[in-house]
């Protein structure tokens, strides 16, 4: 306030008139004096504009009663707004008068007066168009130019203001800064505006609250769905931390897309979810991967564990890991993974492509040993959370439950432990009585399907008989999914399976109807073993079968869908 001091009240009457006599005449000598007098108004606007920018609309209008004439008369002159450092410093003067939050009428009816002037400098009138044309200057040009050099002006202000606090500078208000993104708002989807938009977003501040618009950071949340807003990666993760909101926003987006469009691989499933910035700025920030997380448990749990969201949450996973592990420094595994054994942590983390085949009989032991410890810890008490919390970090590597599945097939002899961690997996809230019980009958089962992995020939009767023994098929739906999960191991790691895979496919409806997860569980082995330096993506068998398994599956579901038709 004190800068304005400085401008006297015969200054605005002097510059006010001039305004009028420019506006009542059209003649060439009037065009003239407004481009003689240019330089000066140049000026006179600049020194507004450095009084009023820390001063609310009613202090101005009662220090200078008569801005508001002068600057509605001067923005609408096309010699005025043509000439560019006038019609920069006229949208400064607006944007200052602009209030982010009126607290009164005056304020309330200065935002739509100034609403409309900003519209019109923004914009090509026909005044304007006409005296543009005259200068043989294409309108867009025109209009892109003036807006370039508005967010030029404002965005090296914003960028002085982020100094430290070592400087003579001060940061920008958070009062300011709030102003700026309510009045970025109707341009915060046109591309000469992306600058603003980045440099408001990436403002560092050092108060707790948010000073950002709810509303811009809503707009430009959408604008980056649809695909009308551009911003570098910093940006966009600086938009996720502060507004809850717009990640929420965005991560619903990125599983509704891939819940909703069928991908042909799980590598096109890998490269929408990177493309998504989301596990890199998971990796980046441990605040946004633990949000991420709990997006993904809420899901899982309403879902009731539904193979498509198990498969999302595991591609997720392996991007966030690439992401993670390109980090440097990289961070402690305890600020992403806080309510899990680090050590169990650890030994997920590793990717079973990582490894020669050979070494993974032995690692998925270790998986399993921390895993049981932790679980059935005395010291630890057995509640549900705690089941949960380690049920749940396991879904996320769940290609080394695939791969237990198939190193259960192809070994020599039963081992009880990698029956305990399919039984967890699949029924992770089992009660001790319960869970001896089941892993007895899934014993079973597997000894007589083992059996048949010999037998020189083998028909889909005998293979039909093996999966009733004992009573898995009738019990508890996740079990039908374990069964299911060992009848997919049997055809295709077993030379026997191989033969009898196309017509085995009907036995995936004896362990109930829901064949679904089938679909999910054969991309997920279809995507482990074409990594190069997984040993069995050599075997072609394998892949064959899954492709043939696949093609079975989908004929199978479309004559399913016909014949409800022809019932209804």
Known sequence: MAEGTFISASSFEYWLNKAVEWGNTTTLESQQDVCLHLPKLQAF????????QHMNVTSVLKLFPLIGQLLGRLCWNPFV????????NLLHCLWCLYSAEPE?????K????IWTLLQSLTGVDHEVRSFVQSLHYPDEEYHSKLLKNMVSSLVKELQGCQCDRSSLF?????????????RCLPIVTLPEAFPLVEALLTCHEDGLDESLSAEFLESVSNGLLQKKIFLSEAAVMSLWLRSLPSLEQGFFHLTETLISQPCASLLEVEAIITDSLLPKAAACHPSLFRVIDDFFRTMLLESDGHPKIIIIIQAFTRCFVQALLQMQPQMPLKIYFPCNHQSLVMVLLVNPSEMPSAAWSQHLMSIIQILKGI?????????????????FLLVHFGDWV???FQQLMMADNISEMLLWLLMFYYEPHMENQKENHSQENMKSVYNQIKTLSNTSTLNLEDLRTALFTGNLCTEQNHLKELINH???SFLLFSAGGHKIAKESVQLFTLAGAATGGISELLASTAHRLKNKRCGASKNDTVQSTIELLQQQLLETQSERVQSNDILH
């Open 402 to 404: 695939n791969v237990a």
């Open 486 to 488: 060992l009848l997919v």
């Open 375 to 391: 679980v059935e810890d005395k010291e630890v008490t057995r509640t549900s959370v705690n089941l949960f919390e380690n049920w």
């Open 170 to 182: 001060p940061r920008l208000p958070p009062d300011r800064l709030r102003g700026y993104s309510v």
């Open 104 to 108: 009164n009428a005056v304020e309330l």
């Open 110 to 113: 200065a935002n739509e007066w």
């Open 81 to 88: 707004v043509a000439h560019e450092e006038s019609h920069q």
């Open 45 to 52: 606007l600049k020194q507004v504009s450095g009084a009023i």
